[in-house]
């Protein structure tokens, strides 16, 4: 069965909640689609009003962070729980800016993967090189150790509904795109090492996204290639372009 695209905004530390119930209204009606999900991915203090604003339509909307433990003293951190209270159905793990920034490492992001899981969200795991590392030629090596942490103790049926976002660092907020080549080697390098963890049926049912300057312009070429489920996108999901890259075909 084909796998459907999953089209997902990343829009970090941006807008206000005002602000973002209005970027909802701008959107909704291009972003609809039969074929694609689409999700917005936004801040915390964003959820319950973006929740609110996409009633009604098909768009869900994912959290860009979580904590692993299930509530507690962890001052400023949100609890899965809260998420699915409040709505959300995605969660976005492990982005780079959070491994480096925030300096969340790859067993952190397994335990938030586990958590998410437990509780019925779907992360959506990002991975992905420094262009240093691109440059030394071990990109592969360092994603497929970023996927076989974050997924360690995942069950192949939870592994099924599973969303990866390739993210190359190099790309992501710098205007310099992937080439639908490169972008598709790693993809096809992620999908071969879960069938390594778990098997081919895995591997075939899991997405894969690509994210790292998509834009209105490369998102069909970058979409049509073979292991690429769809994108993640940061900059371009605050902009009415958000609209042609759902609708890229
Ligand atoms: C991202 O934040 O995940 C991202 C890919 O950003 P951009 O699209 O702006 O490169």
């Known amino acids: 069965m084909a796998r459907r695209k999953i089209v997902a905004g990343n829009w970090k530390m941006n807008m206000t909640p005002s602000e973002a119930v209005e970027l909802v209204k701008t959107l909704a009606p291009l972003v609809e689609s039969d074929d694609v999900d689409v999700v917005y991915g ?4 964003d959820i319950v009003p973006v929740v609110e604003a996409v009633k009604g339509s098909k768009v869900a909307v994912a959290a860009e962070n979580m904590y692993f433990e299930d509530k507690g003293a962890y001052t400023g ?15 976005i793990l492990g982005h780079s800016e959070r491994r480096d920034y925030f300096k969340e490492t790859s067993e952190d992001i397994n335990k938030k993967v586990l958590k998410a899981f437990e509780y019925g969200l779907t992360p959506i795991m990002c991975c992905g090189e420094s262009l240093e590392q691109r440059e030394q030629g071990i990109t592969m090596d360092w994603i497929r150790q970023q ?8 069950t192949a049926d939870q592994a099924k509904t599973a969303v990866i976002a390739y ?3 190099w790309a992501i907020g710098t205007g310099k795109t992937a080439t639908s080549e490169q972008a598709e080697e790693v993809c096809k390098g992620i999908r071969e090492c879960i069938a390594e963890i778990y098997d081919e049926a895995t591997a075939e049912a899991i997405r894969i996204q690509y994210g790292g300057s998509v834009n209105a312009g490369n998102a069909a070429e970058l979409f049509a290639m073979p292991d690429i489920d769809g994108g993640l996108v940061g900059g371009a999901s605050l902009k009415a372009d958000f609209g042609k890259i759902v609708n890229y075909k």
Request: aromatic share 6%; charged share 15%.
């Open 77 to 91: 951190e949100i609890a899965p729980a809260m998420l699915v209270d409040a709505g959300v159905k995605y969660v």
């Open 147 to 154: 996927v076989k942490v974050g997924f360690q103790n995942v």
């Open 42 to 45: 936004v801040p915390a203090i």
């Open 167 to 169: 993210e190359p660092i």
